[in-house]
């Protein structure tokens, strides 16, 4: 299994954004985490395609581009366009979950469904084998900086045993709260995407991202 490393841009300084990405990049991070919020899903406004263009510019990485909004499936053509290289949709959000995946795979990139604290990882179940990704939520989604909620890690744990008997690997991602202090209990229970934003971005984003590469490869 792959352990990756997402730094989440919600928590960089976008006045010099090029250069702390490309920071993030130099030093091992391979994806790079794109938060949308629309103000009606979640209660906060973030950004949208025409930042994820300006950002595909400037970096190689892998755009894991997070949708928290209300029927992604409006805009899912729109943001592969501006360079999304996987997509991520909210169970919660869409009024028909298959037909947002179908649609993204349509367009030629990898899908992700992310669930809250408040879903149950049961409800991934029947997604199991469709998608490339399952995100799950260990803070409420919508502001960065909150602390990780422990009891969401036990849904980590459950999913990752749903998958073995199911027999594959497919990618879990935790979203919220992720720091250098508990990169080895998330990954004990089953994740390997991490997200990380404040732990990342906020003081020498080289060197942040450099210890949470040395994590990963020492857990490996």
Same mark, same amino acid.
């Given at each position: 299994?792959?352990?990756?490393?997402?730094?989440?841009?919600?928590? @960089?300084?976008?006045?010099? +954004?090029?250069?702390?990405?490309?920071?993030?990049?130099?030093?091992?991070?391979?994806?790079?985490?794109?938060?949308?919020?629309?103000?009606?899903?979640?209660?906060?406004?973030?950004?949208?395609? #025409?930042?994820?263009?300006?950002?595909?510019?400037?970096?190689?990485?892998?755009?894991?581009?997070? /949708?928290?909004?209300? =029927?992604?499936?409006?805009?899912? =053509? =729109?943001?592969?366009?501006?360079?999304?290289?996987?997509?991520?949709?909210?169970?919660? @959000? %869409? !009024?028909?979950?298959?037909?947002? +995946?179908? *649609?993204?795979?349509?367009?030629?990139?990898?899908?992700?469904?992310?669930? %809250? #604290?408040?879903? #149950?990882?049961?409800?991934?179940?029947?997604?199991?084998?469709?998608?490339?990704?399952?995100?799950?939520?260990?803070?409420? #989604?919508?502001?960065?900086?909150? !602390? /990780?909620?422990?009891?969401?890690?036990? !849904?980590?744990?459950? $999913?990752?045993?749903? /998958?073995?008997? *199911?027999?594959?690997?497919?990618?879990?991602?935790?979203?919220?709260?992720?720091?250098?202090?508990?990169?080895?209990?998330? $990954?004990? @229970?089953?994740?390997?995407? /991490?997200?990380?934003?404040? @732990?990342?971005? !906020?003081?020498?984003?080289?060197?942040?991202?450099?210890?949470?590469?040395?994590?990963?490869?020492?857990? =490996?």
């Amino acid at each position: 299994m792959e352990y990756v490393l997402s730094p989440s841009i919600l928590s @960089a300084d976008f006045a010099v +954004l090029g250069n702390e990405i490309q920071k993030t990049e130099s030093e091992g991070a391979k994806y790079l985490h794109f938060d949308v919020m629309d103000g009606v899903f979640v209660p906060s406004i973030s950004f949208g395609m #025409p930042v994820l263009k300006s950002v595909r510019k400037v970096t190689g990485q892998v755009l894991d581009v997070h /949708l928290m909004i209300t =029927e992604p499936i409006r805009y899912v =053509e =729109e943001f592969v366009k501006s360079g999304a290289d996987i997509i991520t949709i909210h169970y919660e @959000a %869409c !009024k028909d979950v298959r037909a947002t +995946l179908a *649609k993204i795979r349509e367009l030629g990139v990898k899908t992700g469904i992310s669930i %809250c #604290p408040e879903t #149950p990882e049961t409800v991934l179940e029947e997604f199991i084998g469709e998608v490339d990704m399952f995100l799950v939520m260990t803070v409420h #989604p919508g502001f960065g900086g909150q !602390k /990780l909620i422990p009891e969401t890690l036990d !849904k980590v744990r459950r $999913l990752r045993n749903m /998958l073995e008997e *199911k027999g594959t690997e497919t990618d879990i991602q935790v979203d919220g709260g992720v720091h250098l202090g508990n990169v080895r209990e998330i $990954l004990d @229970a089953g994740a390997n995407v /991490l997200v990380a934003g404040s @732990a990342v971005f !906020k003081g020498d984003a080289a060197a942040n991202t450099r210890e949470f590469m040395e994590s990963l490869r020492s857990y =490996e």
